[in-house]
C-alpha cells in the first residue's frame, strides 16, 4: 500500500512540475476604434433593401435585422467599412413581408436602430 501511494505520488510531481506546452492565443483583430456609427438612410423596395451608412474607415460593425419587437436577429451580416460614406444592397427574399428593425452594432456596443419594412 505504501509503495502504491510513493509511485502515485511520484507520478503526481513529474506530471507537476513538467513544462508543460503552451499554447498562445491568436489576437483577435477589431479593427480601428468607431468614431461615427450612422445610419443615414434605409430605402426598401421588394425584397432588396439599400442603407447608406457613415462609418469610420476600418472600423468593423455588426448589422442585424430583427423581427419587430423581437430579442433574437433573424439575419446577422458583418460590415467592415472601407469608405467614410458606405451603400450597401441587401437581398432579404428570405425573410418574410413585415415591418423589421434594422440594427447597426459597433465593436463597442454602440447601437443605432432604424425602421425596415418588408413589402413585395
Not at 468607431?34 to 421588394?46: K, Y
Not at 469610420?56 to 439575419?75: I, L, N, R
Not at 454602440?110 to 418588408?118: A, D, E, N
Request: with cysteine; proline share 3%; hydrophobic share 40%.
Amino acid at each position: 500500500m505504501r509503495q502504491a501511494l510513493v509511485f502515485l505520488l511520484f507520478i503526481f510531481l513529474t506530471v507537476a512540475c513538467s513544462d508543460l506546452e503552451q499554447f498562445e492565443s491568436t489576437p483577435l483583430n477589431l479593427g480601428v476604434k468607431a468614431s461615427n456609427t450612422q445610419i443615414l438612410s434605409v430605402i426598401s423596395q421588394g425584397d432588396k433593401a439599400t442603407v447608406t451608412y457613415n462609418l469610420t474607415v476600418g472600423a468593423k460593425y455588426s448589422v442585424q435585422v430583427y423581427e419587430f419587437g423581437k430579442t433574437e436577429p433573424t439575419k446577422t451580416l458583418p460590415l467592415t467599412a472601407q469608405e467614410e460614406i458606405v451603400t450597401k444592397v441587401y437581398d432579404f427574399t428570405d425573410l418574410t413581408d413585415g415591418i423589421y428593425d434594422l440594427t447597426l452594432t459597433d465593436v463597442a456596443g454602440v447601437s443605432i436602430k432604424k425602421p425596415l419594412i418588408i413589402k413585395r
